[in-house]
């Protein structure tokens, strides 16, 4: 007999598991399904997605344990402990990184478990309509089975782009799979993309030892973070030792007896060639479309790969809807998730909305950076009347009591109404910070509103608000 389903969720990254959760806890029955194992011992497939199984948690883990090195190698001194002898165990570290995947996707299975959500082990694709809804047929290693369902969630995520005459294997030419499991530092690292995801990868390897050179195509560094902020990481970047080329041309990428050798024109025309033990290749991602057959159910994808929704995550055909990166908008795991429950709650006749100015970016790097809302030069094109206020952490108690002085927070305001447009971090914890500004954002609070609000004291807290301050030029400790 053929299983039916109020929701079916295709895909259980961030945006498809939350999406199931959500639609569980209001009541329809839901499957969700997962087809990619990840490489696990046991072949079979592995909840939370790229996200928790090569990306956002595993890459984290091993930011932390690379930072954890250079701080006690080099940093513990000014504090006056003394370390000698500082050895580094990737093995150990890898390890590590895998146990917290482990656990991770396990909690997701008690998730699907706790709430009564079907999973189907399997790839979905579309068979077409019915009745009442849907025919979807999940291809799985025991099989096929079609499973009919009223509403459908596209979750499918994305996939790391690969580029001509870079013929990526992961094991010296690397995407982020592979650039998450290198079994040593390499010596010398190639990195092409000076994206989020090359500037996190490449910063790893190299507080472990690595000589890192970045090559990235566009003319500007970081041209989608505020300039003040670009400018300043691309100082610190270079003083910790990364090697950044801009406006380069890659040509062919050859596996050699020492590693590899990359062809590349820099930007002023002059050929090179950059010799390495390892590559990663980064060049963002693009949409996990295939084998869906959604001609099936009358839907195609744009010249981009991209499935056209509107702004509540619908499709062109009623009763499927799509969210995360396969739709417009940022690859971000958070923004996922949010459509997800907004779609969800849709689907229960409630009224939830996104605000997508309001959603928060953050690379972690050393330091990290993050911002919400308006650049500055955005705010500039658009001829939009604002004020700027900056406040620097090296004159924040306790930034120098942690010894993480580098970086500012600045903050861009409404010239007549005062209404924060965005807020800009780079620091140490701007991960975290940044969420008081995306907060104060989705309230369309003012400089104001933060520059009255009492916060404790020490904390890296008081920068956002010194920066509030600044904005009329009443800064208290600057």
């Given at each position: 007999m053929t299983r039916k389903f109020d929701i079916l969720v295709i895909g259980a990254g961030p945006g498809g598991y939350i999406a199931a959760i959500r639609t569980a806890q209001l009541g329809f029955s839901v499957a969700c399904c997962e087809f990619n194992a990840y490489d696990s011992p046991e072949?079979?497939?592995?909840?939370?997605?790229?996200?928790?199984?090569?990306?956002?948690?595993?890459?984290?883990?091993?930011?932390?344990?690379?930072?954890?090195?250079?701080?006690?190698?080099?940093?513990?001194s000014s504090h006056g402990i003394t370390v000698n002898g500082v050895t580094i165990d990737v093995a150990r570290m890898q390890q590590r990184k895998e146990e917290i995947v482990t656990r991770m996707t396990g909690g997701i299975q008690f998730l699907f478990r706790k709430n009564k959500i079907t999973l189907l082990k399997g790839q979905a694709s579309f068979a077409g309509k019915t009745e009442t809804g849907f025919r979807i047929t999940i291809g799985?290693?025991?099989?096929?089975?079609?499973?009919?369902?009223?509403?459908?969630i596209i979750a499918t995520g994305s996939k790391a782009r690969h580029i001509p005459n870079v013929r990526v294997d992961n094991v010296t030419i690397c995407d982020n799979e592979g650039a998450l499991k290198f079994t040593e530092a390499p010596k010398k690292l190639g990195v092409i993309g000076a994206g989020v995801i090359g500037l996190e990868l490449g910063s790893v390897w190299r507080r472990l030892g690595a000589e890192v050179t970045v090559l990235e195509v566009m003319p500007s560094f970081l041209g989608s973070a505020d300039e003040s902020v670009s400018r300043e990481a691309a100082k610190l970047f270079l003083k910790q030792g990364l090697?950044?080329?801009?406006?380069?041309?890659?040509?062919?990428?050859?596996?050699?007896?020492?590693?590899?050798?990359?062809?590349?024109?820099?930007?002023?025309?002059?050929?090179?060639l950059l010799e390495c033990d390892k590559l990663i290749v980064s060049v963002g991602r693009v949409p996990n479309t295939d084998h869906l057959n959604l001609e099936a159910v009358g839907l195609q994808t744009d010249e981009r790969g991209f499935i056209p929704v509107n702004d509540h995550c619908a499709t062109a055909a009623p009763?499927?809807?799509?969210?995360?990166?396969?739709?417009?908008?940022?690859?971000?795991?958070?923004?996922?998730?949010d459509e997800g429950v907004m779609v969800a709650e849709l689907l229960a006749g409630q009224k939830p909305h996104i605000d997508y100015n309001t959603i928060p970016w953050v690379i972690y790097t050393t330091p990290e950076i993050?911002?919400?809302?308006?650049?500055?030069?955005?705010?500039?094109?658009?001829?939009?009347?604002?004020?700027?206020?900056?406040?620097?952490?090296?004159?924040?108690?306790?930034?120098?009591?942690?010894?993480?002085?580098?970086?500012?927070?600045?903050?861009?305001?409404?010239?007549?109404?005062?209404?924060?447009l965005g807020v800009h971090i780079i620091g140490a914890n701007a991960s975290d910070l940044i969420a008081e500004a995306a907060l104060a954002m989705e309230f369309r609070a003012s400089s104001e509103d933060i520059a009255?609000?009492?916060?404790?004291?020490?904390?890296?807290?008081?920068?956002?608000?010194?920066?509030a301050l600044a904005i009329d030029k009443r800064a208290l400790n600057m």
């Amino acid at each position: 007999m053929t299983r039916k389903f109020d929701i079916l969720v295709i895909g259980a990254g961030p945006g498809g598991y939350i999406a199931a959760i959500r639609t569980a806890q209001l009541g329809f029955s839901v499957a969700c399904c997962e087809f990619n194992a990840y490489d696990s011992p046991e072949h079979e497939p592995r909840l939370g997605g790229t996200c928790l199984n090569a990306g956002c948690i595993p890459l984290k883990a091993l930011v932390a344990s690379s930072e954890a090195y250079e701080k006690t190698a080099h940093s513990l001194s000014s504090h006056g402990i003394t370390v000698n002898g500082v050895t580094i165990d990737v093995a150990r570290m890898q390890q590590r990184k895998e146990e917290i995947v482990t656990r991770m996707t396990g909690g997701i299975q008690f998730l699907f478990r706790k709430n009564k959500i079907t999973l189907l082990k399997g790839q979905a694709s579309f068979a077409g309509k019915t009745e009442t809804g849907f025919r979807i047929t999940i291809g799985g290693n025991d099989g096929k089975e079609d499973v009919v369902a009223q509403k459908v969630i596209i979750a499918t995520g994305s996939k790391a782009r690969h580029i001509p005459n870079v013929r990526v294997d992961n094991v010296t030419i690397c995407d982020n799979e592979g650039a998450l499991k290198f079994t040593e530092a390499p010596k010398k690292l190639g990195v092409i993309g000076a994206g989020v995801i090359g500037l996190e990868l490449g910063s790893v390897w190299r507080r472990l030892g690595a000589e890192v050179t970045v090559l990235e195509v566009m003319p500007s560094f970081l041209g989608s973070a505020d300039e003040s902020v670009s400018r300043e990481a691309a100082k610190l970047f270079l003083k910790q030792g990364l090697r950044i080329k801009l406006g380069v041309r890659i040509g062919q990428a050859k596996l050699t007896e020492q590693g590899i050798s990359i062809a590349f024109t820099d930007d002023q025309g002059a050929e090179h060639l950059l010799e390495c033990d390892k590559l990663i290749v980064s060049v963002g991602r693009v949409p996990n479309t295939d084998h869906l057959n959604l001609e099936a159910v009358g839907l195609q994808t744009d010249e981009r790969g991209f499935i056209p929704v509107n702004d509540h995550c619908a499709t062109a055909a009623p009763g499927i809807f799509a969210i995360g990166d396969v739709v417009r908008g940022p690859m971000l795991a958070h923004k996922a998730e949010d459509e997800g429950v907004m779609v969800a709650e849709l689907l229960a006749g409630q009224k939830p909305h996104i605000d997508y100015n309001t959603i928060p970016w953050v690379i972690y790097t050393t330091p990290e950076i993050a911002w919400v809302g308006k650049t500055e030069q955005q705010l500039r094109s658009e001829g939009h009347d604002y004020k700027t206020g900056m406040f620097p952490f090296a004159a924040n108690g306790r930034a120098l009591g942690l010894g993480d002085v580098e970086g500012f927070v600045k903050m861009l305001a409404d010239g007549k109404t005062d209404e924060i447009l965005g807020v800009h971090i780079i620091g140490a914890n701007a991960s975290d910070l940044i969420a008081e500004a995306a907060l104060a954002m989705e309230f369309r609070a003012s400089s104001e509103d933060i520059a009255r609000t009492c916060h404790p004291h020490p904390s890296l807290s008081e920068a956002i608000r010194e920066a509030a301050l600044a904005i009329d030029k009443r800064a208290l400790n600057m």
